[in-house]
């Protein structure tokens, strides 16, 4: 079943001699359950296709579809809640709260939509996360790893249609980069969670059922 639908996705920055075109015409398909690697080098457009993707930036042309919605048709402040509830975001630096401790992060998703949070689900997350022992624990008392996998649980926690993680292991060392990527492989295999992963180290994103590549903008192989 088909999850993701990209076609003709353009990003144009600037205008004339400052025209930059970040994405040309990129049109792909993710099916449920899939893990997709994304690879390119740094300024390939590998970031702007995933915010675009995720609905954080708006395309100069082309259409994003999840679960069949054609998410640029809302207005931003709806897709802000259609974002929150159906992409989980995974960034390279975490991005959590420092005043709130882990269980707290993890459940902001929920909070900020008035949502019920769900203690067997959580209990859940925080085991499959390994951090049940640090769940009161602020980001800056964690280590690396351990933030990053409070935040891959705050992805996880709504269940969202699609996890969309940006170089989710660039800020860590080799061992909390096997262990994240490992956790991510476990989330798409035993909670069936689609995931997009961007990345530029192949080795990497040989853990995916596919790779796409992409250079200048573009989709050159998929693999």
Known sequence: MEILKVEGLTKIYGKNTTKVIALDNVSFSVEKGEFVAIVGASGSGKSTLLHLIGGVDRPTSGKVYIEGKDIFNFDD?????????????????????????????ITLPLALDNRKIDEETLNETLKLL????????????????????????????????????????????????????ALLKKSNKDLKQTIIMITHNMEIAKVADRIIKIEDGKIVEEI
């Open 77 to 105: 402040d709806k897709l802000a809640i259609f974002r929150r509830r159906q992409v989980g975001l995974i960034y390279q630096f975490y991005n959590l709260i420092p005043i709130l401790n882990v269980e707290e992060n």
């Open 130 to 181: 390994n951090l049940q022992n640090r769940r009161n624990h602020l980001p800056n008392e964690l280590s690396g790893g351990q933030q990053q996998r409070t935040s891959i649980g705050r992805a996880l926690i709504t269940n969202p249609a699609i996890i969309l993680a940006d170089e989710p292991t660039g800020n860590l060392d080799s061992k909390s980069s096997d262990e994240i990527v």
